[in-house]
């Protein structure tokens, strides 16, 4: 074959056409031709379901500093490091007892009369001005309330710390290290500082919250230590809010490009809680989890070398027609075994907030789409141009 009509192998290449406006047909593509591969930019990726799951269920680490080839893997950890998303065994295993302790189904009863309020106040807001931004009206507001509610976060500077959940997101992006760098590490230092005094002014004003819980935290003798109790309060934020955004918008834009399943939603109350787990796996607010193999690891006919970087993708694995038929592509809020997908990872790092998302998710879509017979879009969305955390950054309706 000559070099003229030699094929460019098929990977993973975010800057396809259209890929930030329906990445899905590219993640088809990926999967079908190259459902592992190495890419050239120093990661593996696997995309079919069967090998993400087992992937996320596998022994491999999740700190980044055992990569080979990390750019300074004697250095300690910043803020995100020490958050339990970031930590192996048996790190992870004692900090995500600590902070379970704070997501059981009885400490999420409560939440929804709370939820249902704060979804009242925004629609009310769009009811008003006959339409809006929706991110900016509910996709955001509702999980930054929620999460700085739940916390019991002494009164802080949200515009200030919004915007620092956004730069740290970037820390989880592919990529993240070069030309953001010295932003991401000032806003690390901002949002110690801010966290560290909202955890003072908590210790002398406790209340029943998941703040002072993760203060008081203890199992068998075992405390947080002052560090880590900063950066599980930073994780829960950038973990807990900026996916929740993610899951209303794009729920609720894949409802507004799919009628008929609107229609249905709207008319049929009781589909809600499987709704929420087909929008989940249509549209995954998460698009990638991150892995480092600690030995050779074999996927298929390939063997994953020790030390390499492996991201699986979640949103690739959520609509493999192998595993979902020949549907996987349609948005069918009656499937049945919609919650199989794996938009909230797998294994031992497992979401921890799940429940609280889907509550959210549920009552925010739910109540949007039956307030409002007459919703649709009403301009172009804007995308916030990241690739894990892929989501709206603005989305126009008219109700
Ligand atoms: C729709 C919303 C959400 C999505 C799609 C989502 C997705 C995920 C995913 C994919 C992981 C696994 C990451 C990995 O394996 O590397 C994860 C872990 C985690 N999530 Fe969520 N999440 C959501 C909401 C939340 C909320 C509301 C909270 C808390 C308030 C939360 C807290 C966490 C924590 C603490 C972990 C780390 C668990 C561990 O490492 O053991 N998430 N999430």
Request: charged share 30%; aromatic share 4%; with cysteine.
């Amino acid at each position: 074959m000559s070099s003229s009509t030699r094929q460019i192998p098929v990977m993973f290449n975010p800057l396809s056409d259209g890929f930030m406006g329906d990445p899905h047909p590219h993640y088809a593509e990926v999967r079908r031709h190259a459902p592992v591969h190495e890419h050239p930019g120093g990661f593996w990726m696997v995309s079919r379901y069967e090998d993400v799951e087992a992937l996320l269920r596998a022994d491999l680490s999740v700190d980044k500093r055992k990569a080979l080839g990390a750019a300074d893997p004697a250095r300690p950890p910043r803020l995100k490091g020490l958050a339990l998303i970031d930590q192996d065994p048996p790190d992870h295993t004692r900090l995500r007892k600590l902070v379970s302790q704070a997501f059981t189904p009885r400490a999420m009863s409560g939440i929804e009369p709370i939820v249902r309020e704060l979804v009242d106040r925004a629609l009310d807001e769009l009811d008003r001005a006959g339409g809006g931004d929706l991110v900016e009206t509910l996709a955001f507001p509702l999980p930054f309330a929620v999460i700085t509610r739940i916390l019991g976060m002494p009164e802080v500077d949200t515009v200030r710390l919004r915007e620092l959940t956004s730069l740290l997101i970037r820390l989880g992006e592919p990529g993240a290290g070069s030309a953001a760098e010295a932003d991401i590490e000032a806003a690390d230092t901002e949002m110690v500082e801010l966290v560290s005094d909202a955890i003072s002014r908590k210790r002398r004003d406790r209340g029943d919250d998941l703040l002072t819980a993760l203060i008081d935290a203890e199992d068998d003798g075992d405390r947080l230590s002052h560090d880590e109790l900063v950066a599980q309060v930073a994780m829960v934020y950038v973990a807990g809010y900026e996916t929740t955004v993610n899951l209303i918008s794009g729920g609720i834009l894949a409802l507004l490009r799919n009628s008929d399943q609107l229609g249905l939603l709207r008319a049929t109350p009781d589909l809600d809680r499987n709704a929420i787990e087909e929008l989940l796996r249509y549209e995954p607010p998460v698009h990638l989890a991150r892995r480092i193999t600690l030995r050779p690891h074999r996927v298929g006919k390939h063997e994953i070398p020790a030390g390499s970087v492996v991201l699986a993708s979640l949103a690739g694995a959520n609509r493999d027609e192998e595993f979902w038929g020949p549907d996987a592509d349609r948005l069918r809020l009656n499937r049945e075994n919609a919650r199989r997908h794996v938009s909230f990872g797998g294994g031992a790092h497992y979401c921890i907030g799940g429940a609280l998302a889907r509550i959210q998710g549920r009552i925010a879509i739910g109540e949007l789409v039956r307030r409002f017979p007459d919703l649709e879009q009403a301009g172009e969305v804007r995308w916030n141009g990241l690739l894990s955390l892929r989501g709206a950054a603005q989305l126009p309706v008219r109700v």
